[in-house]
């Protein structure tokens, strides 16, 4: 079992999470929703583990196939359905950024096996709808 502690430690919504090892994530609502801006958000949270689930999926593909990572970056951008409550991730693009020794037809296929196949989080949200869509880029 994965076990998760939350504290409200910062004005009405300012929460710190901590796994068994100790490990911290701060998330707050926004000043408009009454937070004071103390960590993120938890809807962002869920672009960053998509993030965190994709990237550890590619890199240990690419590793596998011998290939020489240098940097590795991603940016995720995301759009909610506002108009509905709960408002949940209609669209979400990643655009992955590595520089290397990378052979491209190698890297495109670690990026697409992992938002396609592997990443437990990418699945996750589009049992919920969301429609996930990516690019690469290498340097």
Same mark, same amino acid.
């Given at each position: 079992?994965?076990?998760?502690?939350?504290?409200?430690?910062?004005?009405?919504?300012?929460?710190?999470?901590?796994?068994?090892?100790?490990?911290?994530?701060?998330?707050?609502?926004?000043?408009?929703?009454?937070?004071?801006?103390?960590?993120?958000?938890?809807?962002?949270?869920?672009?960053?583990?998509?993030?965190?689930?994709?990237?550890?999926d590619v890199?240990?593909? @690419? *590793?596998?196939?011998?290939?020489? $990572? #240098?940097?590795?970056?991603? /940016?995720?951008?995301?759009? =909610?359905?506002?108009?509905? &409550?709960?408002?949940?991730?209609?669209?979400?693009?990643?655009?992955?950024?590595?520089?290397?020794?990378?052979?491209?037809?190698?890297? @495109? *296929?670690?990026?697409?096996?992992? $938002? #396609?196949?592997?990443?437990? /989080?990418?699945?996750?949200? =589009?049992?919920?709808?969301? &429609?996930?869509?990516?690019?690469?880029?290498?340097?």
């Open positions: 079992m994965i076990v998760v502690e939350m504290n409200r430690v910062n004005g009405d919504f300012g929460f710190e999470a901590v796994d068994a090892a100790g490990h911290l994530i701060k998330l707050d609502t926004s000043p408009d929703e009454g937070g004071l801006n103390f960590g993120f958000r938890p809807m962002q949270l869920l672009l960053a583990a998509l993030g965190g689930c994709s990237g550890i890199v240990s593909i @690419l *590793k596998k196939q011998r290939q020489v $990572i #240098d940097r590795f970056s991603m /940016v995720l951008e995301g759009e =909610r359905n506002t108009s509905e &409550i709960p408002s949940l991730w209609t669209n979400i693009f990643v655009h992955f950024k590595l520089s290397g020794a990378i052979d491209r037809e190698k890297a @495109l *296929k670690a990026c697409s096996l992992s $938002i #396609d196949k592997y990443c437990s /989080v990418a699945a996750t949200l =589009r049992r919920a709808g969301a &429609i996930i869509s990516w690019d690469l880029e290498i340097i």
